[in-house]
């Protein structure tokens, strides 16, 4: 672990911080990764230099998807209830403590990627009151494509493909307001296979039906779904919001 970090557990999961200072970034991890992934990935080492000038916090939390969503042995609809229990932790522990941390700030910046940047999305468009600004890179944000089983209301409210193209009225003018979501994936290797660049375009779509403000940036053949290529789209993109 670098020396410029700092280690914390909180209940049952960890929490690394790097920086001194900025805004506070939350990331999560690739599916099923650590809360090292990203320094052991070379993510921390791509915006040094952010975190060096304190412009940045960051925040790498562990991923529970082995107990929730890619549980393989349980359906779907018990991996979304399963995960709620990750969205308290993520909210009543984690966030808290960022919060303290980084000297009372009260919104977060989010980020992840493959499966983290569904987590990102997801946690954005459900409380965008603490995350308004999500950086999503080579994400699928169709969770019912994880599993098998019949798919209930657990499902329903954690897959923002069935969820947001519902959205209206009052919480719709709202989020319109509050949110802002970046979708970035490359069109290389492994982006078609794993479904996220599909996944990007479907999901660009129906925020755009929605008048949900978001960008997407595809870039080009050279970028394939792996970690050189979210090194450089994460260095490109996050000097724009801290």
């Known amino acids: 672990m670098s020396p410029n970090s700092r280690h914390v557990q909180l209940g049952g999961g960890n929490v690394i911080a790097y920086g001194h200072w900025g805004r506070p970034v939350l990331a999560f991890p690739s599916e099923q990764g650590p809360c090292w992934q990203y320094e052991e990935r070379g993510m921390v080492d791509a915006i040094g230099a952010l975190l060096e000038s304190g412009r940045v916090k960051l925040y790498c939390v562990d991923s529970w998807d082995a107990g929730t969503w890619q549980a393989h042995?349980?359906?779907?609809?018990?991996?979304?209830?399963?995960?709620?229990?990750?969205?308290?932790?993520?909210?009543?522990?984690?966030?808290p403590w960022i919060t303290g941390d980084a000297?009372?700030?009260?919104?977060i910046l989010l980020t992840g990627v493959s499966f983290g940047a569904y987590h990102a999305a997801n946690f954005a468009l459900k409380r965008s009151d603490r995350f308004p600004?999500?950086?999503?890179?080579?994400?699928?944000?169709?969770?019912s494509g994880v599993g098998w089983g019949e798919r209930g209301d657990a499902v329903y409210f954690n897959n923002p493909m069935d969820y947001v193209g519902h959205l209206h009225g009052d919480h719709l003018t709202w989020l319109r307001d509050r949110v802002s979501i970046v979708l970035v994936c490359g069109s290389g290797q492994w982006e078609d296979t794993t479904g996220a660049l599909e996944s990007t375009?479907?999901?660009?779509?129906?925020?755009?039906?929605?008048?949900?403000?978001?960008?997407i940036d595809v870039w080009g053949p050279e970028f394939p779904h792996d970690w050189?290529?979210?090194?450089?789209?994460?260095a490109?993109?996050?000097?724009?919001?801290?």
């Open 73 to 95: 042995d349980v359906p779907l609809e018990e991996r979304a209830r399963r995960h709620a229990a990750y969205e308290g932790w993520i909210l009543d522990e984690v966030v």
């Open 103 to 107: 000297g009372g700030a009260a919104e």
């Open 133 to 143: 600004i999500a950086i999503c890179q080579s994400g699928v944000y169709d969770v």
């Open 201 to 215: 375009r479907r999901f660009s779509g129906l925020l755009a039906d929605k008048g949900i403000r978001h960008e």
């Open 228 to 234: 050189p290529a979210w090194r450089t789209q994460l």
């Open 236 to 242: 490109h993109h996050l000097p724009r919001f801290c």
